[in-house]
């Protein structure tokens, strides 16, 4: 018998059209983004559906990508009866995670995305900071390379050959320049609006960390691994100040495959719009079965 993980993808992910056809075509799927509308005070189906500048603005994408993912997930497991093991998510993809694994209610997720948006978009001014994805280097060269460099960090440990940096526009082109000469292929910057997963986002961790002070969090039903640490949660008490650490903290998304790998889990259903999870999944363990859910059709899969 398999053993299933559910992973969620991150922002980057979004795209114009995104589960329309969960929305349209099933009831489970109209309800989640509806309810999200209700919840947040503007039109989900409209963000999510029609070409607009706001859906790739942080604090409407990280929403907009939650309640997608949430509403392809349940239409996936009412269709097919598969329940996951574990599930883990690439940073935003996180909240996916808790709703999956029971922590956090899928109100809970959307509406604290949101404020999660908010709080990340507006902590840095715009062009202050910036990312950049590392091609081709191994992540202990590039520890190496940026470990006395200030206002510059790891962001994602993605998968072999792919790391992303984070922080202060000119460290951050510094540091690229210097990967370069460490052998790096190619040093590419992020279309993104801050520096995520950097120091320069302490602050907003705080103010998340005093906004989940309200939010209510079970003890998890299946074990999620948190991004912070690449380990099993099966605590309800870990998973706030995990949250909070995430928003400044890398994301070890490559450490926490190995760790699902390793206790066993031999099938990943990726459910969310895209396949960059999937596509990293090739790179990290070409030996497990990855699934994709983007479209109502890709249930076949499954069925």
């Not at 690439?90 to 995670?97: D, I, K, T, W």
């Not at 470990?147 to 984070?166: E, L, R």
């Not at 990967?179 to 992020?190: D, H, M, N, S």
């Not at 302490?202 to 999620?224: M, N, Q, R, S, W």
Request: glycine share 8%.
């Amino acid at each position: 018998m398999s053993k299933v993980a559910f992973i969620f993808p991150g922002q980057g992910a979004q795209t114009a059209g995104m589960g329309r056809d969960f929305y349209e075509e099933t009831e489970t799927g109209k309800k989640v983004y509806d309810r999200a509308s209700q919840l947040l005070g503007f039109s989900m189906p409209e963000l999510c559906f029609e070409k607009n500048d706001r859906l790739d603005i942080t604090e409407y994408t990280q929403a907009a990508m939650v309640c997608t993912s949430i509403a392809m997930m349940k239409v996936l497991t009412e269709q097919t009866g598969i329940r996951p093991h574990v599930a883990a998510g690439l940073s935003l993809g996180e909240y996916c995670a808790l709703a999956a694994a029971g922590v956090m209610s899928e109100d809970d997720a959307i509406t604290t995305v949101r404020q999660r948006g908010i709080l990340m978009q507006h902590e840095v001014p715009a062009g202050i900071g910036s990312m950049a994805a590392v091609l081709a280097l191994e992540a202990q060269v590039i520890e190496e390379v940026i470990k006395d460099m200030d206002d510059v960090q790891i962001a994602n440990y993605n998968c072999p050959g792919q790391i992303v940096i984070s922080g202060r526009k000119e460290a951050v082109e510094l540091a690229g320049a210097r990967l370069k000469e460490a052998g790096a292929k190619r040093v590419i910057p992020l279309n993104v609006s801050g520096p995520f997963h950097s120091k320069m986002l302490t602050g907003a961790g705080a103010k998340l960390a005093k906004f989940l002070e309200t939010v209510h969090v079970d003890e998890p039903k299946i074990p999620y691994v948190a991004n912070v640490t690449a380990q099993y949660v099966t605590e309800a008490a870990l998973v706030k100040p995990l949250l909070a650490r995430q928003v400044y903290s890398s994301v070890k998304w490559q450490q926490s495959v190995e760790a699902m790998i390793a206790d066993g889990v031999d099938t990943f259903v990726e459910i969310g719009p895209g396949k960059t999870l999937s596509g990293f999944m090739r790179k990290i363990a070409r030996d497990v079965k990855v699934l994709n859910i983007e479209k109502l059709e890709d249930l076949e899969k499954i069925c």
